[in-house]
């Protein structure tokens, strides 16, 4: 999907609420500037919230309530493995968030296959995204939410 406007990753925002249940993973992956942040705040504003979202690159989380569900934002990039994060109570988050986002988590992929991946590029001035659940793109002319998922399953962790 191209974003070519914020309103475009509003829009983008608003498709991943739809697809994602309750309790999801949500795992950003792209370069730095590819607009990870950027996206967060547009989910942030879907979702309701009057906060201002903003990244967590310091404080590593960032907690934003909303009238749809608590909405968490991570940014693992300077933790030193996947584990730390797991550390940190990334479970804790998932059980009563209503999304988690987390910034430069792809490594989650191996301990949440059931994780939905934004991968984000920025390329001749112009940014896409492609939303993949198991290497399967779900963007392209969808309209449905995952299948076999409703908004109150939750994320299937693996082991």
Known sequence: ?????LKDTRRL???ILELVPLNALLILSGPLGAG???LTQQLGLEL???AHISS???TLIHEYPTPRGLLVHIDAYRLPSIEALLNLGLEDYLDRAR??????????QKHYPE??????????NMRRARLLKNGRDLLPG?????????????????K
């Open 99 to 108: 999304l988690v986002v987390v910034e430069w988590g792809e490594e989650l």
């Open 13 to 15: 925002a608003a498709m």
């Open 48 to 50: 309701g919230s009057k």
């Open 142 to 158: 969808r309209k449905n939410k995952i299948e076999g998922e409703s908004k109150k399953g939750k994320v299937k962790r693996g």
């Open 115 to 124: 994780a939905l991946v934004l991968e984000l590029e920025f390329k001749n």
């Open 56 to 58: 967590p690159s310091y």
């Open 36 to 38: 990870k942040t950027t």
């Open 1 to 5: 999907m191209d974003l070519n406007s």
